[in-house]
């Protein structure tokens, strides 16, 4: 089944303590991003990558990494989370990213950083 | 810049009313229009798009019509189910890699 898979689905933690989310795709699209979603704000993009080694910033890029070393892998990095990034995360993939090709998201992983 | 307005929620509907949910857009060039939905604790799926100036798109009794000349793409259903109960997010694209969302309009139909 072609999907994206995010992992953990629910993330509780402290301020400062680094943690990863994963997402994986397995419909060998060239294009990955990452998004948070906050109320009335729809989603914003965190980053974006359109290849492997590949990677640029979205509109909310502070406080995160990311890297694509895989095609089918592009993590989300917080090295020192804090509270104003407790949010609901999306990883999304598309073909390559460009014209009319919609994304495909995984489940979301809800974070929340105390 | 570009960006995507839509209704404010929620909307609250009876089973079997008519649904339209507005949603107008700012965009340089001739973007691709998009209509995801995200049903309670999954991610985004499309529903449907439309992808040049007076295009309908239409999936499972939805349709949108592009119009360039009112710079919409308003979201309509003629006879809704409970099953439609979701947050749904009008997009765009345009020629770059950026997919701008709308804030997300929350649809709640009673039996």
């Known amino acids: 089944e072609a999907q994206v898979t995010q992992n953990p689905r629910y993330l509780i933690t402290v301020t400062g303590k680094k943690l990863t989310v994963t997402c994986s795709q397995n419909?060998?699209?060239?294009?990955m991003s990452w998004y948070r979603q906050d109320p009335g704000l729809g989603l914003r993009q965190i980053y974006y990558s359109m290849n492997v080694e590949v990677t640029d910033k979205g509109d909310v890029p502070e406080g995160y990494k990311v890297s694509r070393k895989e095609k089918r892998n592009f993590p989300l990095i917080l090295e020192s989370p804090s509270p104003n990034q407790t949010s609901l995360y999306f990883c999304a993939s598309s073909l390559n990213g460009q014209g009319s090709t919609p994304l495909h998201f995984g489940n979301g992983t809800r974070l929340t950083v105390t | 810049g570009n960006s995507v307005t839509q209704m404010e929620g929620p909307v609250t509907l009876s089973e079997e009313a008519f649904l339209t949910i507005n949603c107008t857009y700012t965009a340089t060039g001739y973007p691709s229009l998009f209509w995801y939905v995200q049903y309670p604790g999954e991610g985004l799926q499309l529903l449907l798009k439309?992808?040049?100036?007076?295009d309908k798109g239409s999936n499972k009794g939805f349709e949108a019509t592009y119009r360039k000349e009112t710079t919409s793409f308003h979201l309509e259903k003629g006879s809704v189910q409970v099953s439609d109960s979701a947050v749904y997010f009008c997009a765009l694209k345009t020629g770059g890699f950026k997919t701008i969302f709308g804030a997300g309009t929350r649809l709640f139909v009673k039996a």
């Open positions: 439309a992808t040049k100036a007076d």
């Open positions: 419909m060998n699209h060239e294009y």
